[in-house]
């Protein structure tokens, strides 16, 4: 099959594209940089608000899976342009694909508590108004070689902390198997349904995913719950450091005290389309690799 892809040259992306490359796809993936050339990989130039390279991108395309959206943004309407607007876009390129998947954010469940949240149900909504044979996936915390938006998290449980929000759950999956699911998605006539999906346990504390990546760096840490103000002031700080970059905002910081971002195991896929074979510490650990291996870690 040939598979359109937005967001190739991110981390979720770049591991669909390496997984859909192996087992005999050919891609074509959006990228607004030049790119290197990839056997199997023909890159587009442009980006979602780019109509004519949207068209090149699903041109003689089997299917398309959008994974490119915003997670960090300075207001709402970096969240629109990225995730509304950037949604509208594809789904209008669109039109003629025979099978549409959409990665969204476990966030959209929540509206009310971010913007990052609102917007990812608005793109949901476009989605599930539109004539596209579309899945929706609904991923929890992702994880894995390549991440960069967890790395924080594993230089302070080197030397032994976890600053945590207030106490909560979290699912998690790892890249490798929400890759392999999308991939399932984007190769079959799977419902028009929305999936969330995770580890296959009952979900993690916040306590105990920091134990488990202190043991995928091989250190006992010390977890300590910070207090909402306390998390919103780090995160003004954050930013004045590091601007754009900053990896913990007030959007996030909002979600983040949310108490409970357990999956509803009622959504996940039917265990004869897809389970996850990734346990988190394997999957900590390999992330863990992949830093000491880049010099990051």
Same mark, same amino acid.
């Given at each position: 099959?040939?598979?359109?892809?937005?967001?190739?040259?991110?981390?979720?992306?770049?591991?669909?594209?390496?997984?859909?490359?192996?087992?005999?796809?050919?891609?074509?993936?959006?990228?607004?940089?030049?790119?290197?050339?990839?056997?199997?990989? @023909?890159?587009?130039?442009?980006?979602?608000?780019?109509?004519? =390279?949207?068209?090149?991108?699903?041109?003689?395309?089997?299917?398309?899976?959008?994974?490119?959206?915003?997670?960090?943004?300075?207001?709402?309407?970096?969240?629109?342009?990225?995730?509304?607007?950037?949604?509208?876009?594809?789904?209008?390129?669109?039109?003629?694909?025979?099978?549409?998947?959409?990665?969204?954010?476990?966030?959209?469940?929540?509206?009310?508590?971010?913007?990052?949240?609102?917007?990812?149900?608005?793109?949901?909504?476009?989605?599930?108004?539109?004539?596209?044979?579309?899945?929706?996936?609904?991923?929890?915390?992702?994880?894995?070689?390549?991440?960069?938006?967890?790395?924080?998290?594993?230089?302070?449980?080197?030397?032994?902390?976890?600053?945590?929000?207030? #106490?909560?759950?979290?699912?998690?999956?790892?890249?490798?198997?929400? =890759?392999?699911?999308?991939?399932?998605?984007?190769?079959?006539?799977?419902?028009?349904?929305?999936?969330?999906?995770?580890?296959? @346990?009952?979900?993690?504390?916040?306590?105990?995913?920091?134990?488990?990546?202190?043991?995928?760096?091989?250190?006992?840490?010390?977890?300590?719950?910070?207090?909402?103000?306390?998390?919103?002031?780090?995160?003004?700080?954050?930013?004045?450091?590091?601007?754009?970059?900053?990896?913990?905002?007030?959007?996030?910081? =909002?979600?983040?005290?949310?108490?409970?971002?357990?999956?509803?195991?009622?959504?996940?896929?039917?265990?004869?389309?897809?389970? #996850?074979?990734?346990? @988190?510490?394997?999957?900590?650990?390999?992330?863990?690799?992949?830093?000491?291996?880049?010099?990051?870690?």
């Amino acid at each position: 099959m040939t598979l359109a892809i937005t967001g190739g040259t991110g981390f979720v992306g770049g591991a669909l594209i390496r997984q859909a490359v192996e087992a005999g796809h050919a891609v074509r993936a959006l990228a607004r940089r030049p790119q290197p050339d990839r056997p199997g990989v @023909t890159w587009i130039a442009g980006a979602l608000d780019d109509a004519g =390279a949207l068209a090149q991108l699903v041109e003689g395309a089997d299917a398309l899976v959008h994974v490119a959206g915003v997670v960090n943004a300075l207001d709402r309407a970096g969240f629109v342009a990225g995730n509304v607007e950037g949604t509208r876009a594809v789904l209008a390129a669109a039109s003629g694909i025979r099978r549409f998947v959409h990665v969204s954010s476990l966030a959209a469940r929540e509206p009310g508590l971010s913007n990052y949240g609102w917007s990812k149900a608005e793109a949901e909504r476009l989605v599930e108004a539109s004539a596209l044979p579309w899945t929706i996936v609904r991923p929890p915390g992702i994880f894995g070689p390549g991440d960069l938006d967890q790395l924080d998290l594993f230089k302070l449980a080197k030397r032994g902390l976890a600053f945590l929000p207030p #106490p909560g759950l979290v699912s998690l999956i790892a890249v490798d198997d929400l =890759a392999r699911l999308l991939l399932v998605l984007a190769t079959t006539d799977a419902p028009r349904t929305i999936y969330e999906v995770d580890d296959g @346990t009952e979900g993690w504390t916040h306590e105990g995913y920091a134990r488990a990546i202190g043991a995928a760096v091989g250190q006992r840490v010390l977890p300590m719950h910070l207090p909402r103000a306390l998390l919103s002031l780090i995160a003004w700080g954050d930013r004045r450091v590091r601007g754009d970059a900053a990896r913990l905002t007030a959007d996030r910081v =909002a979600y983040l005290c949310h108490p409970d971002w357990r999956i509803d195991p009622t959504k996940r896929p039917p265990a004869a389309l897809w389970q #996850p074979l990734i346990p @988190t510490p394997e999957g900590l650990a390999a992330a863990a690799r992949w830093y000491r291996a880049g010099g990051l870690l």
